[in-house]
């Protein structure tokens, strides 16, 4: 009796359940197979039926109307060396030689346009060298004539000795680096005592005359400074004449 009711259980859920809906998927490839076979009908007939235009023909473009040809007298054909006489004549038979090409090697056996030849080998170049080619320089030089050319180039060289470096003088002026680093004061800060009669112009017009600062403070020692200053290069009293500085010798000697 429990079995009976169980399998009338299932068999009312099994026709109550919904049923799946078909999704269409034959009819749409068959819909897809028709498009493409009506695609691949229309290709065919435009195949079919393409030509390609025909060439224009020479002939059937309109020539221009060139006239009639002008007429030109032998007589005036010979005179300019065209045509009959002796110098026409010469002429002809000359443009009728064939042309001396015995100079040429691509002439005289012609080369084949094709990517299997190799290029042509031009002999006699006297723009090229060929010291590269060990086969040439085999060809040409031996060991005995190259012993001779080395013996040559020995022979002809010249030994250069030497010779004693100039002796610097002893005396060549104040040494501005050692006054530098031996300086009691920096640049601007007054330590000797100047006239008060040293003018500004003074000091630009004498400072003028020298290539640089240095050969101005080396002229300015040679004339007993920095306690003198006859030309009035240092006016401020700080022992450095026309703006000389010293701190790049400091600056290289390690100091500050």
Same mark, same amino acid.
């Given at each position: 009796m429990?079995?009976s009711?169980?399998?009338?259980?299932?068999?009312?859920?099994?026709?109550c359940?919904?049923?799946?809906?078909?999704s269409?998927?034959?009819?749409?490839?068959?819909?897809a197979?028709?498009?493409?076979?009506?695609?691949?009908?229309?290709r065919?007939?435009?195949t079919?039926?393409?030509?390609?235009?025909?060439?224009?023909?020479?002939?059937?473009? @309109? $020539?221009?109307?060139?006239?009639?040809?002008?007429?030109?007298?032998?007589s005036?054909?010979?005179a300019?060396?065209?045509?009959?006489? @002796?110098?026409?004549?010469? $002429?002809?038979?000359?443009? $009728?030689?064939?042309?001396?090409?015995?100079?040429?090697?691509?002439?005289?056996?012609g080369?084949?346009?094709?990517?299997a030849?190799?290029?042509?080998?031009i002999? #006699?170049? *006297?723009g090229?060298?060929?010291?590269?080619?060990f086969e040439?320089?085999?060809?040409?030089?031996?060991?005995?004539?190259?012993?001779?050319?080395?013996?040559?180039?020995?022979?002809?060289?010249?030994?250069? !000795?030497?010779?004693?470096?100039?002796?610097?003088?002893?005396?060549?002026? *104040?040494?501005?680096v050692q006054?530098?680093? #031996?300086? @009691?004061?920096? !640049?601007?800060?007054?330590?000797?005592s100047?006239?008060?009669?040293?003018?500004?112009?003074?000091?630009?017009?004498?400072?003028?005359?020298?290539?640089?600062?240095?050969?101005?403070?080396?002229d300015?020692?040679?004339?007993?400074? @920095?306690?003198?200053?006859?030309?009035?290069?240092?006016?401020?009293?700080?022992?450095?004449?026309?703006?000389?500085?010293?701190? *790049?010798?400091?600056?290289?000697?390690?100091?500050n």
């Amino acid at each position: 009796m429990i079995r009976s009711v169980v399998l009338l259980s299932l068999l009312t859920a099994a026709a109550c359940a919904p049923k799946v809906p078909d999704s269409g998927r034959p009819a749409a490839i068959a819909a897809a197979q028709r498009e493409q076979a009506a695609r691949d009908a229309e290709r065919a007939s435009q195949t079919a039926t393409f030509a390609p235009p025909a060439p224009v023909q020479a002939a059937s473009l @309109p $020539q221009p109307d060139a006239g009639p040809a002008p007429v030109v007298a032998t007589s005036e054909l010979a005179a300019l060396g065209i045509g009959g006489g @002796p110098v026409g004549l010469a $002429q002809d038979q000359a443009m $009728q030689q064939p042309l001396d090409t015995s100079g040429d090697i691509l002439r005289v056996q012609g080369v084949e346009a094709s990517p299997a030849n190799a290029a042509p080998i031009i002999p #006699n170049n *006297p723009g090229l060298s060929d010291e590269q080619s060990f086969e040439a320089v085999s060809n040409r030089e031996s060991i005995e004539s190259d012993a001779e050319r080395r013996a040559r180039q020995a022979a002809a060289r010249q030994i250069v !000795m030497p010779s004693a470096l100039p002796e610097r003088p002893s005396d060549t002026g *104040p040494n501005i680096v050692q006054y530098a680093l #031996n300086a @009691p004061n920096k !640049m601007g800060q007054e330590w000797y005592s100047r006239s008060i009669f040293a003018g500004k112009g003074k000091f630009e017009r004498n400072c003028a005359a020298y290539n640089s600062p240095d050969a101005a403070q080396r002229d300015f020692l040679a004339r007993g400074g @920095p306690e003198k200053d006859p030309r009035g290069l240092d006016p401020d009293g700080d022992g450095f004449a026309c703006g000389w500085d010293p701190a *790049p010798f400091l600056l290289a000697a390690g100091g500050n």
